[in-house]
């Protein structure tokens, strides 16, 4: 699998008016099928997201949902390209048609899902909020006692907006200072210039792990902030937003069902289960509604496991990110993972 790094430069509103006719003509899957794989927008390195290995490949929890993608438009999870994007870079990336799919822990918004052509499918990767991140030798337990704090934060996300709410609803002041990039970020926090580091905690907790003495650094309890984390696909597309919704729900379905990545085979061959027969095809043509072969989940399990599986490969307990699933479990284990059937 390639990767490749955004060469975009600023686009015109010209320009993306004309992206946007594009979309409208309904001519993603098309193309995605033409070119024969699928190229998927990712972070520029956030372990447990999207970052690269030793090798080159891009792991983490978003690059999986693109996989769970080509497996199901293709029956092939490695037929994915990948643009490596930081967040002022990534939804222009979209727009211009550079990426099919958006998947870079992005917070599903009004302004964004209904005023910047583009389109959240409704599935949520990862639940989420902002957080703060500093050295326990700052001495404090609370985001309240950051008065007079200085605050790294990165550039084009909503965690700007997010943290001056904060500050102000509790008569909090603080300075401000922004990068590009999250490894920009931590590495101020890691060298002095911030007294705090603030994003999603998920990406606190990621970028704590590459710092030299992770252990030093604690993220505060509070939590501010309500951030859905799902891919995103460009407005008037209706075919290539029910695959991307649908293969995301998929994944869902299928952990809750008990089928996995080692089971998912057998399971489509012997089983009795009538929902489960749905879901893998047994039963039904619910793959030709998606354009899709009737097998498509068996192809997204198979190869990229379900949902829990994903999470606890990239983000769980056995990883140097070690997060429980919390919100993010299924609704009937304690979370609010709940997807629509598949019928």
Request: net charge neutral; aromatic share 8%; hydrophobic share 40%.
């Amino acid at each position: 699998m390639k990767v490749l790094k955004s060469t975009l430069a600023i686009v015109t509103a010209a320009a993306v008016l004309g992206v946007s006719g594009f979309a409208q003509a309904g001519a993603t899957l098309d193309a995605v099928q033409k070119k024969g794989f699928v190229q998927c927008g990712v972070s520029d390195g956030l372990p447990g997201f999207s970052v690269p290995d030793a090798s080159g490949k891009i792991l983490g929890i978003d690059a999986d949902v693109c996989r769970a993608v080509a497996a199901a438009v293709f029956g092939d999870a490695t037929k994915v390209k990948f643009s490596q994007l930081n967040a002022k870079e990534r939804f222009t990336a979209l727009q211009s048609g550079e990426v099919d799919i958006l998947s870079r822990n992005t917070t599903m918004t009004s302004s964004r899902d209904a005023g910047m052509g583009l389109k959240f499918p409704g599935f949520i990767t990862y639940y989420d909020g902002i957080g703060f991140l500093v050295n326990q030798k700052l001495g404090v337990k609370s985001a309240k006692e950051l008065d007079g704090a200085t605050i790294c934060i990165q550039a084009g996300t909503t965690t700007e907006l997010n943290v001056s709410d904060y500050f102000r609803a509790n008569n909090l002041k603080y300075t401000p200072i922004t990068f590009d990039t999250s490894d920009e970020s931590a590495k101020s926090l890691e060298s002095g210039r911030c007294d705090v580091l603030t994003s999603d905690k998920s990406q606190l907790f990621a970028q704590r792990s590459k710092l030299a003495a992770p252990k030093d650094y604690v993220v505060l309890p509070e939590t501010i902030s309500k951030e859905p984390l799902g891919p995103v696909v460009r407005n008037g597309d209706d075919e290539w937003l029910a695959i991307v919704r649908w293969v995301g729900y998929a994944l869902l379905n299928a952990e809750e069902a008990g089928i996995t990545s080692k089971n998912v085979e057998a399971e489509a061959k012997s089983t009795k289960n009538p929902d489960v027969a749905r879901l893998l095809g047994a039963d039904g043509e619910f793959g030709k509604d998606l354009k899709v072969k009737k097998d498509w989940v068996v192809q997204i399990v198979k190869q990229v496991g379900n949902y829990g599986e994903i999470f606890e490969r990239n983000l769980g307990k056995s990883t140097p990110l070690e997060i429980d699933r919390g919100l993010n479990a299924l609704w009937n284990n304690g979370g609010i993972q709940y997807a629509p059937p598949v019928r």
